[in-house]
């Protein structure tokens, strides 16, 4: 079974995971002791974005992300 995802769909799906993970930051740098690493390059995709893809891949059926890639 391969879900079909509308645009307006992963659009919701990247909101709640972008919100999601605003949170989560939020929380974990209120608990956290020292200072954080600081990356050391910019990366392309933001953690959201690779959150949701991840997230659509799951929820789509595909066994294997090659698969979910190329479609």
Known sequence: MHIQFSEIKLIEL?????????????????????????????????????????AAYHLSGYKCFEYYYRK
């Open 14 to 54: 990247f909101i709640d995971v972008d919100d999601l993970l605003k949170s989560f930051k939020a929380y974990q740098q209120s608990r956290q002791v020292g200072q954080p690493r600081q990356p050391t390059r910019v990366p392309e995709l933001s953690e959201s974005e690779v959150c949701t893809i991840l």
